[in-house]
């Protein structure tokens, strides 16, 4: 699947729920089965900065995509990474780089989470488009 596929998906899933609380507590299901990071890699190296919550990301390529695993210690923000993964995990880098986000937006996740959440998401967003430029560099 594309992203823009992946993020169409997402959104019609968002959209079968009537209010924040059934969205909250479907992303907490979408933490569970988060693809867990390697212990190994759940160090400060790996940590996003600008998350209020801790969030380990680690990147890997696997032929010629972009594979993410990750972990959170707070619940909802797992759920938020999972979604990010859910998306951008097994895609070629130039496609994250390139990669639109208004699917946040069109499921309202920004403007439902606290201020330093929404900061975290953007910071989250932010650091797998870092690691598809940093992996698109090698593959040149």
Known sequence: M???E??????????????????YEYMIELGKS??????????????????????WVHAELKGD???????SDAIITK????????VFSNQRPKEIMEADTEFID???LKEHLSPTRANGL???????????????????
Not at 6 to 23: K, L, T
Not at 36 to 45: V, W
Not at 79 to 86: K, N, S
């Open 65 to 71: 995509n972009l594979v993410f695993t990750a972990d």
């Open 79 to 86: 759920g938020i990474i999972a979604i990010l993964i859910r």
């Open 2 to 4: 594309t992203i823009k």
């Open 34 to 55: 988060l693809p867990l990071i390697d212990a190994q890699y759940k160090t400060d190296d790996n940590i996003i900065k600008g998350c209020q919550s801790k969030v």
């Open 122 to 140: 953007v910071s989250m967003v932010k650091q797998l488009k870092l690691y598809a430029v940093a992996y698109q560099t090698q593959l040149n």
């Open 6 to 23: 992946i993020q169409e998906e997402i959104v019609d899933e968002f959209s079968m729920f009537d209010d924040w609380m059934q969205r």
């Open 106 to 108: 069109e499921i309202g």
